[in-house]
């Protein structure tokens, strides 16, 4: 059964920092994808990996992946307050076909 | 120009009750799945399917029926609805094809069981 687990699942931090959110994944996959949510909102895609040694960067956000190490990490640079969501993992596989099994999700608040 | 769009977007309704949620993309897609967010937040996949292939969880009961009238449209009808139904369920589509990997998600249909 594929597993995917992803730490912290809470974290407050302030603005400025950096933080870093880590993602595990109990099978191969040939994928593994980085969704933000806002409370009461849909699931916006923010990073695709898809080969190992992959890194994505988009603005404060960097995601890379070791699938030696089935492990995925998000990285928050100098964290601003719109940063403030819950933000997933997912690996391709695990119920069938193309679908997605998540992670819990990690709750990310940011204090000015 | 929604890319994947649901309706309803809030659907209330009493125990045994059967009811239908549609969904639509217009990104020209091959696969479309439902997935099911719980009080937790936690998102578990229900269904794929792709030129008429489905996928189903096995942790799905079989009152969950998908059905797909053209490539653009999967539909989630549920029957005899208990109240552990209650949940946001998502509609999404991806292709297959190199480089269009990303899952596009719709906006979501808030599912209260009384």
């Known amino acids: 059964e594929l597993k995917v687990e992803q730490n912290p699942l809470f974290l407050s931090m302030q603005e400025g920092k950096n933080y870093t959110i880590y993602c595990n994944y109990s099978?191969?996959?040939?994928?593994l994808y980085w969704y933000r949510q806002d409370p009461g909102k849909s699931l916006e895609s923010l990073f695709v990996?898809?080969?190992?040694?992959a890194v994505k960067q988009e603005g404060r956000l960097m995601a890379s992946l070791d699938t030696k190490a089935r492990l995925s990490t998000l990285h928050i640079t100098a964290a601003v307050h719109d940063l403030s969501a819950t933000y997933f993992c997912?690996?391709?596989?695990?119920?069938?076909?193309?679908?997605?099994?998540f992670g819990k999700g990690t709750h990310l608040i940011i204090q000015p | 120009d929604t890319a994947v769009s649901q309706t309803p977007k809030y659907l209330v309704t009493q125990m045994g009750n059967d009811k239908s949620i549609k969904c639509e993309q217009n990104l020209g897609h091959d696969t479309m799945y439902w997935y099911k967010q719980d009080s937790k937040k936690f998102l578990k996949i229900m269904f794929s399917y792709n030129n008429k292939e489905l996928i189903i969880n096995e942790t799905v009961p079989n009152r969950f029926s998908p059905k797909s009238p053209d490539k653009a449209h999967l539909n989630l009808h549920i029957n005899s609805l208990e109240l552990g139904d209650s949940a946001v369920y998502f509609c999404?589509?991806?292709?297959?094809?190199?480089?269009?990997?990303?899952?596009?998600f719709g906006p979501g249909t808030r599912l209260l069981v009384l």
């Open positions: 997912a690996v391709r596989g695990g119920g069938g076909a193309d679908g997605l099994t």
């Open positions: 999404a589509s991806s292709s297959r094809l190199a480089g269009k990997e990303t899952q596009y």
């Open positions: 990996l898809l080969s190992n040694g």
């Open positions: 099978t191969t996959s040939d994928r």
